[in-house]
């Protein structure tokens, strides 16, 4: 629930097996999350809540949201207004390491390690929320709604990160799989700070109504994502000591024994020079329309009561992905100050390895501002991966659907077919390193499937029911991996990972077979299985 306040949640639905109503693309089942409407409460409502602790692995967390709504108009229209705030500081340890199979001297090999990477994090996070709805019903066969929202999530991060590059060394004789020692490996310290913002806009229109034995429904809905990441800087220093180093895993995987921390050459700040700087920024832009209508009525097949339902559906999407990455390596590029002198008096300390001090915040932030100018130009710009990292996906997905609930007594039967016609199109621009040329990288694709089901649900008493399905759904590529582009990714580690992009990537179909029994307890609770 980053996007949506709770206080505004009226119930959420959980479906375990889809019917031929909802959308396809929920293998695992689907979430609709109701949101309050101000005839809930039957008239005037004002709630609110405000809150603040304090954690030792942090610092003060601060909440609060307020809730009001009201009944107007002789008691047909309805207004709801929310707005939440919630803000938290965390420090989170965090180790990764990265192995390979690595030939040894002798024949044969083993797995070794090809980096460490201890990285050390403060952490702020906030997020806030407005919400609205107007209800208009002027009878009791006819409901107009609007409802808007507005989110935002801000994350101010500063990770301070010490790597050992086992790889830039070499593995001595008599390694194992769980223990080994390098000659010459590497050491780095890096500092980076990062920003993301995320927003998400949503306004949907629609409206029920009830006309003899007939009930319509139809919405209109529009949403818009913004992911920024405005900051996303580091400062990266090497050590001229490059000593033997070994790791032991064979006592403890999770707490390995690695004698850096025992001889502490990683300590010795004097010996730390300036290796580079880099900046990245990257805008991600996702918009979404939908149109969808419904007609419901009684009837009756072979004498058995049931109810009809169809409807259509179209749901399109387009997101546009920019990012831009500078490196310099320049000796002009330094800052003035040594790492020594960076280093603050707050000990740096994850899963009791010492990794000594962290570096001060301020004088980071203040290097990497004024470094913007020099740095962040023509000259460092990182043009294949600016380039490559671009892309955008244009979606549009039509939807039809027929399905029936036929009523044998105390057992209920939803059997339909839903059928959704896919167009997919996608653009990124393509970078040859030998030519500087950047070329249009094109893909386009367009697909229909077809999904029955069939769902049954059994009451043998009023604590007591028995379900079972039998349903289709797809899971679609996501729109980065299908656009014709190879991206270095952002993995958080020194070696680099490449993304490719497969244009002929196709979606996961999935046939779901659901058995259930459910048995309420009085007064309140439930076993399933």
């Known amino acids: 629930l980053d996007t949506i306040p709770s206080d505004i949640v009226s119930q959420i639905e959980v479906s375990k097996s889809l019917s031929p109503e909802q959308d396809a693309d929920s293998i695992a089942g689907a979430i609709n999350i109701v949101t309050q409407s101000p005839f809930d409460s039957g008239g005037r409502k004002l709630s609110g809540m405000a809150g603040a602790s304090h954690n030792d692995y942090g610092g003060n967390d601060l909440r609060g949201n307020l809730l009001l709504s009201d009944i107007f108009n002789d008691g047909k229209l309805g207004a709801l207004v929310s707005a939440s705030y919630s803000e938290t500081d965390r420090q989170v340890d965090n180790v990764e390491s990265v192995w390979q199979r690595t030939n040894i001297t002798g024949g044969g090999e083993v797995l070794s390690l090809l980096e460490s990477l201890f990285k050390d994090y403060n952490t702020n996070r906030k997020r806030m929320a407005i919400t609205g709805t107007l209800d208009y019903r002027p009878t009791d066969l006819d409901r107009v709604y609007v409802r808007s929202s507005y989110a935002k999530f801000l994350d101010d991060e500063i990770r301070n990160r010490l790597g050992i590059l086992w790889e830039e060394g070499t593995l001595e004789a008599g390694a194992t799989d769980f223990s080994g020692t390098f000659d010459r490996p590497r050491i780095e310290k890096q500092i980076r700070h990062r920003k993301s913002r995320n927003q998400l806009s949503t306004i949907t229109v629609g409206g029920e109504h009830e006309r003899d034995e ?42 390995p024994v690695i004698s850096l921390f025992q001889t502490g050459e990683h300590l010795q700040f004097n010996s730390y020079a300036f290796r580079e700087n880099t900046f990245r920024n990257n805008i991600t832009d996702e918009e979404e329309f939908s149109l969808a209508g419904n007609i419901e009525r009684p009837g009756s097949i072979a004498g058995v009561p049931a109810i009809w339902k169809f409807g259509m559906k179209w749901r399109g999407k387009d997101k546009n992905a920019d990012e831009e990455r500078w490196r310099d390596r320049a000796a002009g590029a330094a800052p003035s100050d040594a790492l020594v002198d960076f280093l603050s008096d707050e000990p740096s300390v994850n899963y009791n390895y010492d990794l000594g001090f962290k570096l001060n915040e301020d004088m980071a932030k203040a290097y990497l501002a004024s470094a913007t100018a020099t740095s962040r130009i023509d000259a460092t710009r990182r043009l294949s991966q600016s380039v490559t990292a671009d892309y955008e996906v244009t979606e549009d997905i039509y939807a039809t659907y027929g399905q029936a609930t036929l009523e044998f007594g105390d057992t209920e039967v939803l059997v339909g077919l839903r059928v959704e016609n896919t167009r997919v199109q996608g653009f990124a621009p393509e970078f040859n390193e030998d030519t500087g040329e950047v070329t249009e990288g094109l893909s386009s694709k367009r697909y229909m499937d077809f999904f029955p089901g069939i769902n049954i649900r059994h009451t043998y008493s009023d604590q007591l029911i028995a379900r079972a399905a039998l349903t289709r759904a797809i899971s679609r590529p996501n729109f980065r991996d299908i656009v014709p582009r190879i991206v270095e990714s952002d993995t958080g580690s020194l070696r680099p990972v490449y993304e490719l992009g497969n244009p002929e990537l196709k979606p996961a179909m999935s046939t779901n077979l659901d058995l259930g029994l459910e048995y309420y307890l009085e007064p309140l609770g439930l076993l399933s299985g």
């Open 214 to 255: 007939f009930t319509f429904d139809y919405a209109a809905a529009y949403s818009l994502g913004e992911q920024d990441y405005p900051h996303r800087d580091e400062i990266l220093w090497r050590s001229s000591l490059r000593p033997d180093i070994s790791y032991d895993f064979s006592q403890d995987p999770e707490l």
